[in-house]
């Protein structure tokens, strides 16, 4: 996982904890990242497992190794 992953991983749990859905302005500004690089790392997430997509409520994400159901308004 690239530092970028990890800190958009811990920022969507973090979130999460408090039934909070990071939206694509929110993790440009805690990242300083543009959006393409957003979601290029957030698809790496999903390639690799640490996350994935929940087909019945789109756009929510499953993150697999906390079990929690998280949106992300991209």
Request: charged share 35%; glycine share 2%.
């Amino acid at each position: 996982m690239t530092d970028l992953e990890r800190k958009i991983y811990r920022i969507i749990y973090n979130m999460s904890r408090f039934r909070r859905n990071p939206s694509m302005k929110e993790l440009k500004r805690k990242t300083g990242k543009d959006e393409g690089t957003i979601r290029k790392a957030v698809n790496n997430l999903v390639t690799r497992e640490h996350l994935t997509w929940d087909k019945e409520k789109k756009p929510s994400i499953r993150m697999t190794q906390v079990s929690m159901i998280i949106r992300l308004h991209m």
